[in-house]
Nanobody, 118 residues
Framework: QVQLVESGGGLVQPGGSLRLSCAAS????????MSWYRQAPGKDRELVAR????????NYADSVKGRFTISRDNAKNTVSLQMNSLKPEDTAVYCC???????????WGQGTQVTVSS
Protein backbone atom coordinates (compact mmCIF):
# COMPACT_ATOMS: atom_id res chain seq x y z
CA GLN A 1 0.00 0.00 0.00
CA VAL A 2 1.42 3.35 -1.07
CA GLN A 3 1.35 6.02 1.62
CA LEU A 4 2.54 9.62 1.73
CA VAL A 5 2.36 11.25 5.15
CA GLU A 6 3.09 14.94 5.64
CA SER A 7 4.14 16.58 8.89
CA GLY A 8 5.50 19.86 10.18
CA GLY A 9 2.64 22.25 9.51
CA GLY A 10 1.36 24.72 12.05
CA LEU A 11 0.86 28.35 12.97
CA VAL A 12 3.75 30.75 12.48
CA GLN A 13 4.17 34.53 12.50
CA PRO A 14 5.10 36.46 9.36
CA GLY A 15 8.84 36.25 8.80
CA GLY A 16 9.09 32.93 10.58
CA SER A 17 10.10 29.51 9.31
CA LEU A 18 8.67 26.01 9.07
CA ARG A 19 10.02 22.74 7.74
CA LEU A 20 7.57 20.30 6.17
CA SER A 21 8.39 16.64 5.71
CA CYS A 22 6.77 13.88 3.67
CA ALA A 23 7.46 10.23 4.41
CA ALA A 24 6.77 7.77 1.59
CA SER A 25 6.26 4.03 1.81
CA UNK A 26 5.13 1.24 -0.50
CA UNK A 27 6.99 2.54 -3.53
CA UNK A 28 10.47 2.69 -5.04
CA UNK A 29 11.06 6.21 -3.82
CA UNK A 30 14.11 6.96 -5.96
CA UNK A 31 12.04 6.40 -9.13
CA UNK A 32 9.58 9.17 -8.33
CA UNK A 33 9.66 12.89 -8.92
CA MET A 34 8.57 14.55 -5.68
CA SER A 35 6.65 17.78 -5.38
CA TRP A 36 4.95 20.04 -2.89
CA TYR A 37 1.65 21.64 -3.83
CA ARG A 38 -0.52 24.03 -1.89
CA GLN A 39 -4.11 25.17 -2.03
CA ALA A 40 -5.74 28.03 -0.17
CA PRO A 41 -9.53 28.41 0.20
CA GLY A 42 -11.03 29.73 -3.02
CA LYS A 43 -7.74 29.36 -4.89
CA ASP A 44 -6.45 26.90 -7.46
CA ARG A 45 -3.94 24.26 -6.48
CA GLU A 46 -0.42 25.57 -7.04
CA LEU A 47 2.86 23.75 -7.61
CA VAL A 48 5.25 25.12 -5.01
CA ALA A 49 8.41 23.10 -5.60
CA ARG A 50 9.58 19.97 -7.38
CA UNK A 51 12.66 17.78 -7.24
CA UNK A 52 13.34 15.13 -9.87
CA UNK A 53 14.08 11.46 -9.29
CA UNK A 54 17.34 11.35 -11.23
CA UNK A 55 19.68 14.29 -11.00
CA UNK A 56 17.63 15.88 -8.25
CA UNK A 57 17.10 19.10 -10.15
CA UNK A 58 14.65 21.53 -8.59
CA ASN A 59 12.19 24.17 -9.64
CA TYR A 60 10.03 26.60 -7.70
CA ALA A 61 7.04 28.81 -8.08
CA ASP A 62 8.07 32.42 -8.61
CA SER A 63 6.27 33.40 -5.42
CA VAL A 64 8.57 31.26 -3.24
CA LYS A 65 11.92 31.49 -5.02
CA GLY A 66 14.66 32.51 -2.63
CA ARG A 67 12.53 31.63 0.40
CA PHE A 68 11.71 27.90 0.07
CA THR A 69 14.05 24.96 -0.49
CA ILE A 70 13.02 21.43 -1.47
CA SER A 71 15.26 18.45 -0.73
CA ARG A 72 15.03 14.67 -0.70
CA ASP A 73 16.69 11.81 1.13
CA ASN A 74 16.34 8.64 -0.93
CA ALA A 75 17.83 6.52 1.84
CA LYS A 76 15.03 7.59 4.19
CA ASN A 77 12.27 7.89 1.57
CA THR A 78 11.53 11.47 2.56
CA VAL A 79 11.15 14.83 0.88
CA SER A 80 11.24 18.11 2.79
CA LEU A 81 10.31 21.72 2.21
CA GLN A 82 12.18 24.34 4.19
CA MET A 83 10.11 27.53 4.27
CA ASN A 84 11.72 30.77 5.39
CA SER A 85 10.53 34.37 5.51
CA LEU A 86 6.94 33.21 5.53
CA LYS A 87 4.18 35.56 4.45
CA PRO A 88 0.43 35.52 5.15
CA GLU A 89 -0.16 34.63 1.50
CA ASP A 90 1.72 31.37 2.09
CA THR A 91 -1.22 30.18 4.20
CA ALA A 92 -2.59 27.00 2.63
CA VAL A 93 -2.86 23.25 2.89
CA TYR A 94 0.41 21.80 1.65
CA CYS A 95 0.36 18.36 0.01
CA CYS A 96 3.10 15.99 -1.02
CA UNK A 97 2.97 14.39 -4.48
CA UNK A 98 4.94 11.48 -5.93
CA UNK A 99 5.01 10.95 -9.71
CA UNK A 100 6.57 7.88 -11.28
CA UNK A 101 9.32 9.02 -13.63
CA UNK A 102 8.32 6.53 -16.35
CA UNK A 103 4.59 7.26 -16.44
CA UNK A 104 1.91 9.62 -15.18
CA UNK A 105 1.12 7.44 -12.18
CA UNK A 106 1.06 9.62 -9.09
CA UNK A 107 0.11 9.58 -5.43
CA TRP A 108 -0.98 12.24 -2.96
CA GLY A 109 -0.71 12.74 0.75
CA GLN A 110 -3.56 14.13 2.84
CA GLY A 111 -1.87 17.46 3.43
CA THR A 112 -0.77 19.58 6.34
CA GLN A 113 -2.07 23.04 7.26
CA VAL A 114 0.29 26.02 7.26
CA THR A 115 -1.06 29.25 8.70
CA VAL A 116 0.98 32.46 8.67
CA SER A 117 -0.59 35.11 10.87
CA SER A 118 0.28 37.66 13.54
Amino acid sequence: QVQLVESGGGLVQPGGSLRLSCAASGLTFSSYHMSWYRQAPGKDRELVARITSGAGSTNYADSVKGRFTISRDNAKNTVSLQMNSLKPEDTAVYCCNAEYRYSRTSYWGQGTQVTVSS
